[in-house]
């Protein structure tokens, strides 16, 4: 497990404070398994989906890594003082981008689960849990469900963290990212103020209010204690940002622009929020249509919408007009009435990506995703049109190109050209059912599986190698989920809602 030295300085609190909230993950790794600073690279002979318009595919094609960033791309290249990587027979691409995950759910993997003769409340169960959580919790819960993430191939992340409610579990949520060492932005929602606990009977009405309220002042404090203490540079494979409070439906709209101009006070790489097509308009000086938010002139290049299901034509024009991003969850958009809008926004030009939303309800294998987005096409004869005349690398744009163009890192990963940061995916091929023959994305789009991973490379640092997680001891991990998800469950399950 890599320490994050600058992370560890930074704490107020002392180093064996902050050094007894993390779990003693990987006590003894052996020298071979420890993660190694980015290293000058050389990956030969693997085929390459590019995804850079110039470039295209490569057979048998090399790919230089030095400082952390892609150096070179071509044939025949030589790097007599790189590491040598045989990728004969092997496919490398850009590693994959998920552009919404409530990364906490990591922990709780499999406790709602979507196809299940026990299927739970999630509000009920984040009300219940949420209170349960210590500040090594937030810790593990972030760390864990970004190792998971990495092992799938996700190497940047847009973490939509709506459940830390103290300061504390903030930062330490927002550690466990950081030194798990994905990229990404965390994005502290501001809201949630629970003044129930373990044990507590309250009544449901009220622990939604609490959810639900507008922020305050203990959110802002907790913005500036995250400014302060873990966001202090831009230098970072992790960016600070914000989610609005949950309840703006409803809200006064001059309310909902103070929200607005307070959270961009804190420069947020990311503003989120999660948006769905209500019925109707409410009153013009109420919020509840996403298509408020332009002449409001609340949209920007900042702002990263979730769901966005079922938006009209001038809505998505407004996304693409002020540079709002937009991320479909295209697993879980299934449960909604109105259709997933990724394959119309991406028609339109909207900067348009895919996630996995609830990391605690759907398969965290994220080839599975990149075919729901395709899948899901087919819920709309609009969508079967888009549908049919996509390509493999149609489907991967989601979660490479374009999708950093949906977490706002365009120029900085979703590609494999020269001068991008080197965040690299090795998958194997000899499965006995992993096809020989096609484009190289339509053989990946199609059938590749998280199994096939055999090395991923975030900004040059090796975190997986030879289909095994780099320094994380992951039976050790797993039990410490394990350990923690049930004690926190048992805890939340003694508070009773009338
Ligand atoms: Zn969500």
């Known amino acids: 497990m890599q320490l994050t030295r600058k992370g560890f300085l930074g704490l107020a609190t002392s180093a064996l404070a902050a050094a007894a909230v993390r779990p ?37 094609g090399d790919v230089l890594i030095d400082k952390g960033r892609i150096a070179a791309v071509g044939k025949g290249l030589r790097a007599d003082d790189a590491e040598l990587v045989d990728g004969r027979g092997m496919i ?20 709602i689960a979507k196809i299940s003769r026990s299927i739970g409340n999630y509000n009920e169960y984040k009300l219940r849990t949420m209170v349960c959580y210590r500040p090594e919790d937030a810790w593990l819960a972030q760390y864990a469900s970004a190792i998971q993430a990495i092992d799938s191939g996700v190497t940047s992340v847009i973490d939509y963290c709506h459940i830390f409610h103290t300061a504390e579990l903030a930062e330490q949520g927002a550690r466990g990212l950081i030194e798990s060492g994905i990229a990404g932005t965390f994005c502290y929602q501001v809201s949630h103020s629970p003044t129930y606990t373990a044990g507590d009977t309250v009544r449901m009405a009220d622990a939604n209010a609490m959810r639900n309220a507008p922020a305050d002042d203990i959110h802002w404090r907790t913005v500036e204690q995250l400014r302060a203490r873990v966001f202090t540079g831009t230098d ?21 622009a103070a929200e607005f101009a307070k959270v961009r006070s804190y420069r947020p790489h990311i503003v989120a929020q999660h948006h769905h097509r209500a019925k109707a308009v409410l009153a ?13 002139g609340l949209l920007g290049p900042d702002y990263h919408v979730t769901h966005g299901n ?31 809008v990724h394959g119309r926004a991406r028609e339109m030009g909207v900067a348009v990506g895919i996630g996995v939303d609830g990391a605690l309800a ?26 049919a005349r996509y390509q493999g690398e149609d489907a991967l744009d989601f979660v490479t190109r374009l999708g950093a163009r949906a977490i706002r890192e365009e120029g ?37 599986n998280q199994p ?42 003694t508070i009773t809602f009338l």
């Open 412 to 448: 900085v990963t979703g590609t494999i050209s020269v001068g991008k940061r080197a965040d690299l995916l090795l998958l194997k091929t000899d499965r006995i059912n992993f096809p020989i023959v096609g484009p190289l994305a339509d053989r990946v789009a199609n059938y590749a």
């Open 284 to 296: 013009p000086d109420l919020f509840n249509q996403f298509e408020q938010l332009g002449p409001a």
């Open 236 to 256: 970072g494979l992790i960016r600070f940002g914000l989610c609005l409070s949950p309840g703006m439906n409803g809200r006064p709209m001059k309310d909902l």
């Open 92 to 111: 490398l691409m850009p590693g994959m981008i998920d552009g919404h995950r409530h990364m906490w759910e990591g922990m709780d993997n499999g406790v």
């Open 310 to 340: 079922g938006m009209t034509d001038a809505e998505l024009a407004m996304c693409r007009d002020t540079g709002t991003m937009i991320c479909s969850t295209t697993m879980g958009e299934h449960s909604y009435p109105y259709p997933s």
């Open 452 to 493: 096939d991973i055999d090395t991923v490379w975030i900004a040059g640092v090796v975190r997986k190698r030879g289909g095994a997680m780099v320094g994380v001891d992951m039976r050790a991990l797993k039990a410490r989920i394990n350990e923690a998800s049930t004690r926190i469950n048992r805890e939340g399950a």
């Open 24 to 60: 003693a993950l990987a006590a003894t790794p052996k020298a071979t398994d420890k993660v190694m600073p980015a290293r000058r690279t050389l990956i030969r002979g693997a085929d390459i989906i590019t995804m850079d318009r110039t470039l295209g595919e490569i057979a048998a």
């Open 362 to 387: 759907f398969t965290h294998d994220y080839f599975q995703h990149v075919r729901g987005a395709f899948y899901n096409l087919f819920r709309t004869d609009e969508g079967k049109a888009i549908a």
